[in-house]
């Protein structure tokens, strides 16, 4: 079969995903990447009576004709001598020096693997506090994030993936303060995403505009106060400059953990979409929306149906085919036996059917989408759990409940940020916007790929605007909506992301929350004129919509960024 990918797809397959020889060749095209995948992920169906083979095609199927992707590490290695599939690991960091190298260690062998890692830190006791079994001072947690920092700059994700990780610091932490402002300078901690896990008590706080304590983690006892407001400013202060820190409600992430029994909530995956329990990994997916659009502009939602019933079985097999880096991984892996089912190309979809991203019939679009795929995902799940057996922590979960099926998952969906994995599809990021009508992309190793929305051309020739000086005008940073032979309906449905406030970008991530199990990864973007004051009230809208976190990002505050655009307005 044929398939068809933009230029900009084949140089990251090439780069990161395609089988290499000895000497770095290519030596497999992208249709025998989704076949050795297909065959692979398939394979578990025998453990349960199965028939393989049967699967294989339809996985393959799914995945080639770009209408699912699984995550980075499952088409990297998929039938590959790594065989590691999940895509990242929260890994426990307690107070001591056997836990902290403990962790050291093993976070070096998952990026290694092409997977990457997330920390609390908040349980380490706070600098100047007393080492007892020394007699000195401890150096605190930011201390030792700088060696999971360099130990990460040292392995580079065994050269596909540049390193990436989550430190997070509970709100009431005594080194809180040092935390949020770490990244102020630019040259600190590159290799990590930073957030602050916000307490409801916190927030009760900061609306009250009281002062709340700081606990000792070594001794559970106050060790100081601060008045919440002041620590609250700090946080908008910093993430205003640098986009860091962002935070995670972490009662409300508690508030929906399926396994109470085996554990509390204290850290999440890179990108912040999936928390995790200690040694838990992340086995995530993505649907294109853009695929299940048909003609008449309307959504298939028999093919969308179809699509995450084979989807969650997908990602349920890659939970047996993956071979994970530690024993207490693959306990976690197969105990609790989440998956992450999400999606992007959701800007496509609304583009195709001449919807404007942030109207009102977006956002019930939104919750109409994702309703479907949350409710067919479990109803899979339940099949499952009687072909093959429920997830074995089942038993005091919050499923452990007269008249409740059994499932087969703890978990099933989450939105994630679907970077690489969209420009293989050539589709919109997650749920994002449209950055702009053309950008440039970096990716490994500094490498630029300039990329124009496939959308622009096709919607012109169907609209009957299309002109060789038109798309040369967007390929040079042109918007529509400077442009008078461009029809105001279009104008109006090709927004980007810099067009719309806040708060649109906010109640979309809200929209989606609502019928995902786990979180959802959405950037807020922010033009560099946007105060101090949007970062501030971003946060807090984030909070009363229930979202379980939010990251805003002002442009062009890094000296590094993924996504740039020609536009002066916003570059």
């Not at 927030?203 to 609250?232: H, I, Q, S």
């Not at 969650?312 to 992450?340: C, H, Q, T, W």
């Not at 994995?421 to 950055?435: K, M």
Request: hydrophobic letters at 40%.
């Amino acid at each position: 079969m044929e398939l068809k990918l933009s230029p900009g797809a084949m140089t990251v397959l090439e780069r990161r995903y395609l089988n290499k020889d000895a000497s770095g060749r290519v030596i497999e095209t992208p249709i025998e990447m989704f076949r050795r995948v297909a065959r692979n992920v398939a394979g578990p169906e025998a453990l349960y009576k199965g028939n393989a083979s049967v699967w294989e095609e339809e996985f393959f199927r799914m995945m080639s004709s770009l209408e699912f992707l699984p995550n980075s590490p499952t088409l990297m290695n998929a039938g590959r001598r790594l065989q590691q599939l999940a895509a990242c690991f929260v890994l426990p960091v307690e107070d001591s020096l056997d836990s902290i190298f403990e962790s050291i260690k093993n976070t070096a062998i998952i990026h290694q693997s092409g997977g990457g890692t997330g920390f609390s830190f908040s349980r380490l006791r706070p600098s100047n506090d007393i080492v007892g079994s020394t007699g000195g001072v401890a150096s605190g947690p930011v201390s030792f994030m700088r060696v999971f920092n360099a130990t990460t700059e040292a392995i580079k994700q065994g050269g596909t993936r540049r390193g990436a990780n989550m430190g997070i610091l509970r709100v009431d932490h005594p080194d809180i303060i040092s935390f949020i402002t770490v990244k102020d300078d630019p040259a600190e901690f590159v290799n990590f995403n930073l957030s602050v896990a916000v307490t409801d008590a916190f927030m009760e706080a900061l609306e009250k505009g009281a002062d709340y304590p700081l606990v000792n983690p070594r001794t559970g006892k106050e060790a100081a106060r601060m008045k919440a407001r002041e620590v609250f400013e700090k946080i908008v202060e910093s993430a205003w400059k640098s986009g860091e820190p962002g935070v995670i409600f972490i009662d409300r992430v508690n508030a929906a953990n399926p396994t109470p029994h085996v554990g509390k909530f204290e850290a999440t995956n890179p990108c912040g979409e999936q928390p995790l329990l200690s040694y838990e990994p992340c086995n995530l997916g993505s649907i294109n929306l853009g695929k299940m659009v048909v003609k008449g502009r309307g959504i298939d939602f028999d093919k969308l149906k179809t699509t995450v019933e084979i989807a969650v079985r997908f990602l349920d097999d890659v939970i047996d085919a993956s071979r994970y880096p530690s024993r207490e991984i693959d306990a976690m892996a197969k105990a609790n036996r989440k998956i992450g089912l999400g999606v992007m190309g959701f800007a496509d979809m609304l583009a195709k059917m001449r919807i404007r991203y942030g109207s009102e019939e977006s956002f019930s679009l939104a919750r109409e989408v994702m309703k479907s795929i949350s409710e067919t995902g479990w109803e899979t799940s339940r099949m499952l759990a009687k072909e093959k057996g429920p997830f074995p922590n089942i038993k005091g979960s919050v499923f452990d409940k007269p008249g409740v099926e059994p499932v087969r998952n703890a978990t099933v969906t989450t939105v994630a940020p679907t970077g690489t994995l969209s420009i293989i599809a050539a589709s919109s990021s997650g749920i994002e916007p449209f950055y702009s009508l053309s950008y440039t992309r970096q990716v490994l190793n500094g490498v630029q790929i300039p990329e124009l929305n496939p959308l622009v051309e096709e919607a012109a020739r169907e609209e009957g605007f299309y002109s060789e000086g038109l798309m040369e005008f967007v390929k040079n940073g042109g918007d529509f909506k400077d442009r008078a032979d461009v029809p105001p309906h279009i104008k109006n449905v090709f927004v980007t992301a810099y067009d719309l406030p806040p708060e649109v970008h906010i109640r979309m991530q809200a929209e989606f929350q609502g019928f995902t199990d786990n979180a959802v990864s959405k950037t807020i973007n922010l033009p560099p004129g946007a105060s101090p004051n949007d970062v501030k009230e971003a946060y807090l809208l984030a909070y009363r919509l229930g979202c379980k976190g939010v990251t805003v990002y002002r442009s062009g505050t890094r000296a590094e960024q993924v996504l740039t655009c020609k536009s002066p307005l916003y570059c």
